[in-house]
């Protein structure tokens, strides 16, 4: 599944809109999709190159992007990623916080290195962007906000034992950040991805135990396969238009009928 890019009226058309960790898989799906549909984008990574590579194959269709490098973990970094859309746009309309990591660990397995890692990433980068942008769209009369959850920040699942954790971190911030700031006019909502063909899922045909895992966790959703970046990027955006105008605090899962078991 492939989205073509080339700037056009779209259902986003002129919004200024953040995403994080665009650089790869469902952000640079979500990058693409939006600037079809006439977002203006500031694009966030660490990947300087890879955002980078984004920028000019968006601009080169007529989109317009700004690019900041940087740790959606670091206050400082956070806020620069938002501001650089006021700089740029004058206003921030959307943001997708979507950056992320995801290790694969047992309670057992995990250090408490790596759950302070993904937390900060996943739990306190999410955080921090949400609060800069919020602090930006209470000036301008309000705005939509789309986090990254998964199936796992919804229900238990083995070998997650901090990634699952930093994901309900995901869903509950969404959830009260939804109550808190529907009188501004800010809409909070959710994705829940199941397991989707991104780059990282890819290489796992390559590790010791890769396959294997692929041929299991493609059997526990129902639909037969796993999702492409594409699929998550459309719900994103619907999400983020005004087809959603009464939708806040809803996570929706995208995981090929991996909940309804």
């Known amino acids: 599944m492939s989205t073509e890019v080339g700037v056009r009226a779209g259902r986003v058309s002129g919004r200024a809109t953040v995403v994080t960790g665009a650089a790869k898989g469902i952000g640079r799906a979500v990058a693409r999709l939006f600037a079809a549909e006439g977002a203006r984008l500031v694009l966030t990574d660490v990947d300087e190159t890879g955002l980078a590579a984004l920028r000019a194959e968006l601009e080169s269709a007529g989109a317009q992007v700004r690019v900041v490098v940087g740790d959606v973990?670091?206050?400082?970094?956070?806020?620069?990623?938002?501001?650089?859309?006021?700089?740029?746009?004058?206003?921030?309309?959307?943001?997708?916080?979507?950056?992320?990591?995801?290790?694969?660990?047992?309670?057992?397995?995990?250090t408490p290195e790596d759950w302070d890692q993904v937390?900060?990433?996943?739990?306190?980068?999410?955080?921090?962007?949400?609060?800069?942008?919020?602090?930006?769209?209470?000036?301008?009369g309000g705005g939509s906000i789309v986090c990254l959850s998964s199936v796992s920040g919804l229900a238990g699942q083995a070998g997650q034992a901090a990634y699952g954790p930093a994901k309900f971190v995901a869903t509950g911030l969404t959830k009260h950040l939804a109550v808190e700031w529907a009188a501004h006019g800010i809409r909070v909502n959710a994705v829940a991805p199941g397991t989707i063909r991104t780059d990282r899922v890819r290489q796992l045909v390559d590790e010791p135990g890769g396959p294997e895992y692929l041929d299991a966790i493609v059997l526990?959703?129902?639909?037969?396969?796993?999702?492409?970046?594409?699929?998550?990027?459309?719900?994103?955006?619907?999400?983020?238009?005004d087809e959603a105008s009464f939708v806040t605090g809803a996570v929706l899962p995208v995981d090929g009928g991996y909940l309804a078991q």
């Not at 700089?87 to 959307?94: H, L, N, P, S």
């Not at 996943?122 to 209470?138: N, P, Q, S, W």
């Not at 526990?220 to 990027?233: D, I, Q, S, W």
């Open 73 to 110: 973990s670091v206050a400082a970094d956070a806020r620069r990623m938002v501001q650089a859309s006021v700089e740029a746009y004058g206003r921030i309309d959307t943001l997708v916080a979507n950056a992320g990591i995801i290790p694969l660990q047992t309670v057992v397995e995990a």
């Open 119 to 140: 937390m900060a990433v996943d739990g306190r980068g999410m955080f921090l962007t949400c609060k800069y942008a919020i602090e930006e769209m209470t000036r301008t």
């Open 220 to 241: 526990r959703h129902p639909l037969g396969r796993l999702g492409e970046p594409e699929e998550v990027a459309n719900a994103i955006l619907f999400l983020a238009s």
